[in-house]
């Protein structure tokens, strides 16, 4: 019964264009597929994939103290295989990494790492630190370019909000 | 019993029965001297501020001979010695300590035959102040026989001969010397040999100096050319050890002195010194000393074997090199340090490992480079062999010194390093222009642990992975445009490489 709600709002989600998912809440993402154009270039007014078709786009709203705002990165499993890292950058910016992936259901999570100066290295945060949920399932489309953005209040109890969208053109 | 106490009223009778004979005053010049002889003792005050106290014995022959002035209780004095020929004005040996309540001796003093005189007076330190109840004792005693040391030997025109392979005996005798003048140890008392050497700078006299340990006596040995200008100083044992210089090289025919002292001006008159000079081969396998810095480095080209002192002394080495080619060093030896300079003597590696060899697997400096190798001991000496393998350079080969983000070297595709030296650490640079996931293939060293850091482009280490012995490992990481990769390492220096391999993804 709770995955038929849940398949329901992603549902949703998708045939408006852009859905935001609070909290705890698992996220499926359907849609239809169809043949990729290599040439990027549709009649619809989304934009068709060329390198990637998924783009994970994280941020922090929360952080609004300099002091406070830690060089970062966020490293992704795509169906439970580690798949990446985001661009690196503060907590208060954009980072972002793009996969191709193919038409079907993905489980994408994501584990946080910050830069300890003194050691000179990233280290994983600890898990209360985490973002809240780190994952979310999502049905990749080869015709669209799906974003998905994960705002990461690190500054409020660690929640970690889904908004997912098509990039138009 | 019976008879050990009848022995010893015997020997109590005989020692009071010694009568020792007592000076007559006045003989406060050398007309008015008291005669005595060698084999003799005679008591004397020193009466007053002016009081000076002279005697005078002849020799027959030519005679080494013992003279000491017991101590005077709150008295510094002294005495000296000069020839009825030379005059007062021409002293011998002239014997202060500079201090109280010590007597003053000189063990062994070489006396021609003829008429000499010693005269007994204040010392230059302290208030002089006269005392008429304290005696001393002046003793003129032939020395033990198999000193072979000539004193006065106290400067250079003034040195003995040493014969190569012969051994002098001779003490640290006196403590001081008020007669040195010379800036650079006044006052210390010398013993100066000198040698005869026939060499050039294609062949090298070779020479070899032992000095025996002496109780209380930390000594120095000192080599100087014919115009006095010190070649090398052998001051590496300290107080009551043996010193010593091996393969001292000389390229210059003519006479060299032996400058021997005691560093502290201490002195022992009581226990002899042995020193010994012998004369090598010369071996362009084995290191000439002095080579103590740069300017005096030896030439090297595939091996060379040498000896270090202690932890002070240093021997260098110098190997030309050519423009695309690689060198592979070893040190072999117990307890020894090694470091490889460029030739504007910054130093590139250096490495201290314990395990009896040192290995910098490879070595890229156009023109040539120093080897400076050094005992970690401080006062055992340690032989070493240096030894050279020459290689044409391959491209991918890291370039050393690359140790830090600063001096990290640009890669694109692979590379191929080594682990050069104890706390080694490689860094490469990584531009690809654009953020791309890149596989990397690490090949590991045989007896070594690897970790291999992938950084951001600030050098902060985002990925570090371990390769255990030779195996091969691979991971992916992502390249934000430029990064860096830092390879460190744990075990033991090899001169194996190692391989990294990097392949952009898609």
Known sequence: ?169 | MKYILLLLIIVFSAECSRKIQFEVEPNNNLNEANEINIKSEVKGKISSASDKDYFTFTTDSEVNVRIEVSALKGINHAFGVFSASGGEGAVIKYVDDARKSSPEKIANLNLPKGKYYIAVSHGERDEKKGDDSAEYILSVYPSDSSVSEIEPNDFFDSAQKIDYGSEITGYFSPAFNKLNQNSKGRYREEDIFYFSVDASEENPAVIDISLSAVKGINSVIEICDADGNSVFTADFAGEGKAESVSGLGLMKSGNYFIRIYSKSMTENSEEKYFFSLKKGDFSPDRELESNDDFGKANPLQDKISGTVSDSKDIDYFFRSSESGRFYSVSVLGKSVKASIFDKSYRKLYSSDNASGSIIFPNIFCDGGYYISVSSKHTSEPQDYTVSISEYEAEKEFETEPNDSIKSAEAVENSVKGYYSYSGDKDYYKINLGSREKIKFKIRGIDDTEMTVSVTDALGYRVKTVSVKGSSEIEFSETIDVSAYLIVEFSGSVSDSDYSIDMIKQR
Not at chain 1, 29 to 47: D, H, Q, R
Not at chain 1, 81 to 100: C, M, P, Y
């Open chain 1, 1 to 169: 019964m709770k995955m038929i709600f849940i398949w329901f709002l992603a549902a949703a989600a998708a045939c408006s264009g852009g859905s935001s998912v609070m909290k705890k809440d698992p996220v499926i993402l359907s849609g239809s597929a169809s043949n990729t154009n290599p040439s990027g270039i549709s009649g619809s007014e989304f934009k068709l994939p060329y390198n990637y078709n998924v783009k994970l786009i994280i941020k922090d709203s929360t952080v609004n103290n300099p002091n406070d705002d830690r060089r970062c990165f966020y490293k992704v499993f795509l169906n439970k295989v580690e798949a990446g890292r985001s661009t690196i950058g503060l907590e208060s910016q954009d980072k972002h990494v793009e996969f191709k992936l193919e038409n079907n259901r993905h489980l994408i999570k994501v584990e946080k790492y910050v830069l300890n100066e003194k050691k000179g290295s990233y280290e994983k945060v600890n898990n209360i630190d985490q973002p809240k949920p780190d994952f979310i399932y999502f049905d990749s489309l080869n015709d669209r370019i799906l974003i998905i953005e994960l705002n990461h209040k690190s500054a409020s109890g660690n929640s970690g909000e889904f908004t997912l969208s098509f990039e138009k053109k």
